[in-house]
């Protein structure tokens, strides 16, 4: 059985650029959550997507958006970076998006300078 | 809004020194309490879900209790390996518009010395 895996490991942006990170989820499993996680802070949700669909949503603005494809894989786009996206960013994958538990990939450390 | 408060923030224990971790939460609904383990840089590792008052779970030298307010992990005789720091997240009910979600507190971070 496959885990949660997520690319690239690191990344260095500048602000005001796009980013993409990637996101595989577990055998098994159709839904994908992504989490935001600032230094010394529990993760933070972001949204969450069932069968290519967003459906759930955290305080995040529109610039942070989503895409999930049909093999269950998902990305996680956000536009004209500032520099508090700074973080780690945590994808998680569950096998029902409203029940059970979540199981993490090992993120993307996204640094905007 | 759910919201969780977990204390002590920081934990250091000598080997073998037992003790528990705090997870106070307010939510509307309770769909799970979770209790994962993050060591540096790396993703939550899950370690047990609770899901009532009274429930308990247990994995080697951690279990983890649930009342209707606050949840405790606790740590039976800890080794060095047993140093990260613990979360503590709730999935709240549908009508607080957060049951797909897990909303966590900042963590512990537990120290154990050799």
């Known amino acids: 059985e496959t885990g949660v895996t997520q690319s690239p490991t690191h990344l260095i942006k500048t602000r005001g650029q796009q980013v993409t990170l990637r996101c595989s989820s577990q055998?098994?499993?159709?839904?994908v959550s992504w989490y935001q996680q600032a230094l010394g802070q529990g993760p933070q949700f972001i949204f969450q997507y069932y069968r290519e669909e967003e459906n759930g949503r955290g305080n995040f603005p529109p610039r942070f958006s989503g895409l999930q494809f049909p093999n269950y894989s998902s990305e996680l786009n956000v536009n004209a970076l500032e520099l508090d996206d700074s973080a780690l960013y945590l994808c998680?994958?569950?096998?029902?998006?409203?029940?059970?538990?979540?199981?993490f990939g090992p993120g993307t450390r996204l640094t905007v300078t | 809004e759910d919201q969780v408060t977990q204390s002590p923030e920081a934990l250091r224990l000598q080997e073998g020194e037992s003790s528990s971790l705090n997870c106070s939460y307010t939510v509307s609904g309770l769909r799970g309490l979770f209790w994962y383990r993050q060591d540096p840089g790396k993703g939550p590792e899950f370690l047990f879900t609770l899901y009532s008052a009274g429930e308990e779970k247990e994995k080697e030298r951690l279990k983890a209790t649930l009342t209707k307010k606050e949840s405790f992990l606790h740590i039976t005789a800890p080794k060095p390996e047993d140093s990260a720091t613990y979360l503590c997240?709730?999935?709240?009910?549908?009508?607080?518009?957060?049951?797909?979600?897990?909303?966590f507190g900042s963590g512990t971070q537990l120290t154990v010395l050799p």
């Open positions: 998680a994958s569950s096998a029902t998006g409203d029940l059970g538990e979540q199981y």
């Open positions: 997240a709730v999935r709240g009910g549908f009508s607080s518009g957060s049951a797909r979600q897990l909303t």
């Open positions: 055998s098994g499993h159709n839904t």
